[in-house]
């Protein structure tokens, strides 16, 4: 099976391929010490994601900061999302996966 993006545009929207059979990209967030994580297996397409707390090594559960905070950070993860769409990637936050309550936030 053929891959479903190429190269150069891949590479153009800032994606790497270090891991040969996944595209990668890493978004710094607004505190700098957490990272949106995207990843999108080639041949499938299959898309995956996941916000980290680079200082701990873990999951961000953003959903239990300040709502100030929290909010700024769903924001940012759903305008880095809303442009990862435009170019027609399939990649969704579930912020309840993060600590927030509602699927709305």
């Not at 993006?5 to 990209?25: A, C, K, Q, S």
């Not at 710094?28 to 990272?35: I, R, V």
């Not at 995207?38 to 709502?67: A, D, W």
């Not at 936050?93 to 709305?104: A, F, I, L, P, T």
């Amino acid at each position: 099976m053929s891959e479903l993006y190429d190269d150069t545009m891949m590479r153009g929207l800032g994606f790497t391929d270090h891991v040969p059979e996944n595209w990668y990209r890493c978004f710094s967030l607004l505190d700098g010490h957490t990272t949106l994580n995207l990843i999108m297996n080639k041949r499938t397409g299959n898309c995956t994601e996941s916000v980290i707390n680079e200082s701990f090594g873990q999951h961000e559960y953003y959903g239990h900061m300040k709502p100030e905070y929290r909010d700024k950070f769903i924001e940012q993860i759903d305008t880095i999302i809303a442009e990862m769409s435009g170019h027609g990637f399939s990649f969704e936050v579930d912020h309840r996966h993060y600590g927030c309550e509602d699927s709305d936030e």
